[in-house]
């Protein structure tokens, strides 16, 4: 299924940043790679277009921690840390001239930050987002889209996460669940 990009339509790159090799888990570069690959497809395809805005949000916490909150008494350990190489972006998606950047703290784009009014400057209605972690920070990011009554569409393959294949789908499902169709493909871009 061809996809058509509507006008007022916002491409989001939700924490596409370097990864540190030493906490990434066994098995997960093929996988990272293989996500990392079609974000860059994505990326490309949008550039190309230049009609559509496009947004880099960054995860990035100080290095006393003071910013961390509750999120490191579950699962996650200490990251993207300021000065470190996680709390860069990814080389070849990096933002360039005319792009947006928007710093978080927290797994939301929206909480805390002023993506809001950046979105409400740029008249969005249809946010198209990738990144990571599809079973976080891109499925709180897509949940809080859909609270401010964006148009939510998520390229499936173009998103990644250390989780197993069933966490991040059940995270795809749930977007799915509160707007139906949004959910897509990196192929349909290029039909």
Partial sequence: MMITIPEN?????VDVQNSDPAKEPRGNSDKRER????????T??????????IVHI???HRKD??????ELEGAENIHCLEGTPEATYYEPTAPIEGEYTVDKRRYSAFFGTDLEILLRGLKAEHLFLVGGMTDICVHYTAIDAHQYNYHVHVFKEACGTPSSDEVAQAA?????????????????LFQ
Wanted: proline share 2%; no cysteine.
């Fill in 9 to 13: 339509s916002v491409y989001i790159l």
């Fill in 35 to 42: 996500y990392l690959k079609n974000v860059e497809r994505v």
């Fill in 44 to 53: 490309e395809y949008f550039r190309e277009r230049g009609d559509v805005p």
């Fill in 58 to 60: 960054r995860e990035i």
């Fill in 65 to 70: 921690l003071i910013d961390y909150g509750r």
């Fill in 172 to 188: 795809l499902d749930n977007i799915e669940y509160h707007q139906a169709g949004s959910i897509i493909s990196v192929e349909d």
